[in-house]
């Protein structure tokens, strides 16, 4: 069941150094958390199509949505201890629109609620049977999302009913994604069915605009994964945007966020893994504990990367 396998050929070791990723200039480019190949080239592919960040990355999120093998995204992904599988997804433009669903069941593409919520609604954010309701005034279907295999693994879980989230594991291993598009515009979007076996009503990071998201076009972007409870209680994606601000690099930013965890709490026995961009087209990451990856996909190629780690 575990969908990265971390050691591919593809893979960078060049962030473990901590050093900032640097980019000649704000080229286009889809950077996503974890190894997410088909994702930012799905994203790329319709930011070369339409020019635009926000088309990007909404594609891009859509990708691991639909796959019935991603036990932390959208179709498949791993129930509440309840059975249900719900959903919490943002997205944010470079003007600084913003969008978002949380607790949504039934729906595959939460991301593309999360845009119409923004594009079409006064609101920010839709959550539960109301965002349901929106979701299908707006034509989105109502599906099964619960796969006979995410059924199984609920089963067994229940068998023990241990609540134990396991790091870099399927647990948690939502999609983040940025992207910079024709204009050089920056835009974020996050989508994921939380944690594995939590609490029926949990709602995590991931709709949180400034928590798994962030994007200021003066600035540059961020996003996260991991245990969102954290994320939440630091406002992480925020922070690292104002830190760049600051005049923070990408990479020294996820750091600080990163630290601000690391000193806070005592408890580590959870993953988070932060991942930002600025308006150059630096991007860097970084994660509490090794194992966190990203992609990215620029000029056409695609890598993977190894996100430096605070243990
Ligand atoms: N951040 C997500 C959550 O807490 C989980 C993940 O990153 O996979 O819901």
């Not at 994320?231 to 992480?236: A, I």
């Amino acid at each position: 069941m575990k969908r990265r396998t971390f050691l591919q050929t593809s893979t960078l070791l060049g962030a473990s150094l901590g050093a900032t990723a640097k980019a000649a200039s704000s080229e286009p480019l889809i950077i996503a958390t974890w190894k997410n190949e088909k994702a930012t080239i799905a994203g790329w592919n319709k930011l070369m199509e339409t020019g635009k960040a926000l088309d990007g990355v909404e594609a891009g999120a859509r990708i691991p949505e639909a796959d019935p093998n991603d036990t932390s995204v959208g179709y498949g992904g791993y129930p509440d201890r309840d059975g249900h599988v719900t959903l919490d997804a943002c997205i944010m433009d470079h003007v600084g629109n913003a969008g978002s669903v949380t607790f949504l069941e039934g729906i595959m593409h939460p991301i593309s609620v999360a845009r119409a919520v923004m594009e079409k609604t006064p609101h920010v954010m839709l959550s539960g049977a109301g965002a349901l309701k929106f979701a299908l005034d707006q034509g989105f279907k109502v599906e099964n999302l619960l796969t006979e295999s995410s059924k199984k693994a609920w089963e067994e879980w229940k068998k023990e009913s241990k609540y134990e989230p396991v790091i870099n594991i399927e647990r948690h291993d939502t999609i983040g994604l940025l992207g910079i598009g024709k204009a050089g515009e920056i835009a974020g979007a996050c989508t994921t069915s939380g944690l594995a076996f939590k609490m029926h009503g949990r709602v995590g990071d991931s709709p949180i605009i400034g928590g798994a998201v962030f994007c200021d076009d003066e600035v540059g972007g961020a996003c996260a994964t991991g245990l969102g409870e954290f994320v939440m209680k630091t406002l992480g994606s925020f922070l690292i945007v104002e830190l760049m601000r600051q005049g923070m690099s990408p990479q020294k930013a996820c750091e600080e966020a990163v630290m601000r965890i690391v000193k806070r709490y005592k408890y580590k026995e959870f993953q988070i893994g932060y991942l930002a961009l600025n308006k150059k087209g630096e991007y860097g990451a970084y994660a509490i504990q090794k194992g966190f990856n990203y992609t990215i996909t620029k000029n056409g190629k695609t890598q993977v990367i190894e996100s430096a780690s605070y243990m």
